[in-house]
């Protein structure tokens, strides 16, 4: 082995404190990113996963002026011929009052949003009916399912209760229908339909007037990262239609750009965390530099140049950043493996959509490996410095 | 050569014009008083240090206009150190010490057997990949003696070797030190107080108030007395 390395690795490994402490540094420096990573891209991971489950799908096709007319046939049989579909369905948006009679006491709520589904299609484009807690999903033309704040709003309707509900249709005529409640939907995170009412789509369309009319169809991918491509050939094959057509990073652009502003501030804060290692390394070495000044007077009288000692110490930087990031890395993908396998979540709200970014993980370990060299320059500068004279001196 | 520390009134003349020489091959010992410039005298001689005026030559080469690098070279090649105190890095074995200075010079063809020829020859085979840290005083001053000779050094330096060994230990270092001058027909050149414990030397140089004379008792030091 190379005499200066090994002479860097024994003065390391021969202080454990020192060592231990400077390794401590960089590890923490990491886990601090790791845990960033996975709690704040998690939880936005995890949204985009409930917004395409619940409402936009991978992708969401809309007309730029109006509801969508086309058939919900013919748009479902054209998108799922594509191999990379999983599903595609229709769904009408509205909002409604709605009347029910609670223990003899009438509640009226207003202006709560209602959403138009396919029971059918919908199963197999979206996650909606996996967020019925207790009843089932919409079965027939005269039942609703209501999300669990409305449920609570209408003084904790219970499956098998019946209530009235008002829409006004296109032509300002209030239509009201009696249906009685099938199911109650509970959803962590917000992102489903807990403050919705959730009807079949061709009940929706009768109360508002508006046959065979969709305001979305929502198109779900087996592979999302073909999203773009199927998107592309969707509008390209009806050129002529007013279709807009997005994916799930066009259309939930808005409700995320907040949130990933917040995420970068929260890696700079890691970053800085990191920052803070590299000085606790200056610090330690510092200290192993003025531990060994004898030994280093002794080097340079038998001959060792300034370059040499340079070198020591440099190699004693190395030395602690590839054990800090090896040891942080692997403190880190231990603690993302809890994470995933645990389907972390936090006071019981949407669990974290954990994944390994091999390319983040790669680049915070060498990022700490070359900030614990660069941390080892200074102390390697003034231990060149030492003067063998006056080195040797020291007891 | 002349070395002066500090400036104005807090100026020290630790050499005061020091001049002599010495030929390759001979035992010299350098004697003086506690302070007066005999190890000033050995770091300038082992361009440890640079005479603030004067010159200091080994084998013609004048070293005072030696490169900072060339110097630590010349150290590394021409000379050979053994301190008071033996200085061996305590993170390194009996035998990898000995290495050093040939592991800085770059030339490691033949080392791991001639460092295990002179430890043999200093008496420590057994105890070469001992801690340097795991032997005795008189142990770790014969390590030091074989890691001063390891590059086949011109000139050989010792501070005080003997200076923290007991009597016994004292003379075997010294002793070898003799054999292996005679052996190798190396200079060596030894501060010490104690030059009664060396016996019959080639040169002895007294330093006094930073002034060199040759001889125990030189004739210069009485009339100034």
């Known amino acids: ?395 | 050569m002349t070395k002066t520390y500090g400036t104005g009134e807090n100026q020290v003349k630790a050499l005061d014009n020091a001049t002599f020489s010495i030929e390759k091959g001979q035992f010299v010992l350098i004697v003086g008083s506690s302070g007066s410039g005999k190890s000033t005298l050995l770091n300038m001689i082992g361009l440890l240090d640079r005479p603030t005026k004067g010159k200091v030559f080994i084998d013609g080469t004048d070293t005072t206009k030696l490169s900072e690098n060339k110097i630590s070279a010349f150290r590394n090649k021409k000379l050979g150190f053994i301190f008071q105190f033996s200085n061996l890095l305590t993170d390194l074995t009996v035998l990898e010490n000995v290495l050093l200075p040939r592991q800085i010079a770059g030339t490691n063809g033949s080392a791991q057997k001639d460092a295990q020829d002179l430890l043999k020859t200093v008496g420590l085979e057994s105890q070469m990949n001992k801690r340097a840290n795991k032997i005795s005083g008189g142990q770790a001053q014969r390590v030091a003696i074989a890691r001063g000779l390891i590059n086949n050094p011109s000139i050989v330096l010792a501070d005080e070797p003997t200076g923290n060994l007991d009597s016994v230990t004292s003379g075997m270092v010294i002793q070898l030190m003799k054999s292996m001058a005679k052996k190798l027909n190396q200079t060596f050149v030894i501060v010490t107080h104690e030059p009664e414990h060396f016996g019959d030397v080639d040169k002895i140089i007294t330093i006094k108030d930073g002034r060199a004379f040759e001889g125990e008792q030189p004739a210069e030091m009485e009339v100034i007395a």
């Not at chain 1, 807009?244 to 501030?265: K, P, V, Y």
């Not at chain 1, 602690?320 to 890395?329: E, R």
């Open chain 1, 1 to 395: 082995m190379e005499y200066r390395l090994r002479l860097a690795k024994r003065m390391l490994f021969n202080k454990k404190g020192s060592l231990i402490g400077a390794v401590l540094a960089v590890t923490i420096g990491i886990l601090v990113i790791h845990v960033n990573f996975v709690i704040f891209q998690g939880l936005f991971d995890a949204i985009v996963r409930d917004i395409s489950n619940y409402r936009n799908g991978d992708i969401l096709v809309t007309d730029e002026a109006d509801y969508i007319d086309k058939s919900d046939l013919a748009l479902a049989n054209w998108f799922e011929r594509i191999p990379f579909v999983q599903g595609a369905t229709p769904r009408l948006s509205s909002s409604a009052e709605i009347n029910m009679t609670k223990n003899g006491k009438l509640i009226e709520e207003t202006r709560v949003p209602v959403v138009g589904v396919d029971p059918y299609r919908d199963v197999k484009a979206s996650t909606v009916h996996e967020t019925v807690a207790d009843g089932t999903y919409v079965l027939n033309r005269n039942s609703v399912i209501l999300g669990t704040n409305v449920a609570r709003d209408l003084g904790d309707a219970q499956v098998g209760d019946s209530l009235k509900l008002l829409i006004v249709d296109r032509t300002g005529e209030d239509q009201i229908r009696r249906f009685n409640v099938a199911g109650i939907m509970k959803s962590p995170g917000g992102q489903g339909f807990d403050y919705s009412v959730v009807m079949h789509i061709d009940t929706l369309r009768d109360m508002m007037g508006r046959s065979g009319e969709s305001s979305s169809f929502i198109v779900k991918l087996n592979d999302p990262s073909k999203a773009f491509e199927v998107k592309e050939f969707f509008l390209t094959a009806f050129p002529n239609d007013d279709f807009l057509a997005e994916t799930i990073e066009e259309s939930a652009e808005e409700q995320l750009a907040g949130f990933r502003s917040g995420i970068a501030m929260i890696n700079m804060i890691g970053y800085f965390g990191m920052m803070s290692s590299a000085f606790a390394i200056v610090t330690i070495q510092m200290m192993l530099v003025n531990g060994k000044t004898r030994e280093i007077g002794v080097m340079r009288s038998i001959g060792a140049k300034r370059k040499d000692i340079l070198i020591i110490f440099i190699f004693q930087g190395m030395i602690i950043g590839a054990i800090g990031a090896g040891v942080g890395t692997a403190a880190g993908l231990g603690y993302t493996f809890y994470a995933k396998e645990t389907k972390m979540s936090f006071n019981n709200s949407l669990p974290l959509e954990v994944s390994y970014n091999w390319e983040k993980i790669i680049q915070t370990a060498l990022t700490s490996f070359s900030l614990a060299i660069i941390a080892s320059l200074y102390p390697s500068y003034r231990a060149t410095k030492l003067l063998p004279v006056e080195a040797m001196r020291t007891v």
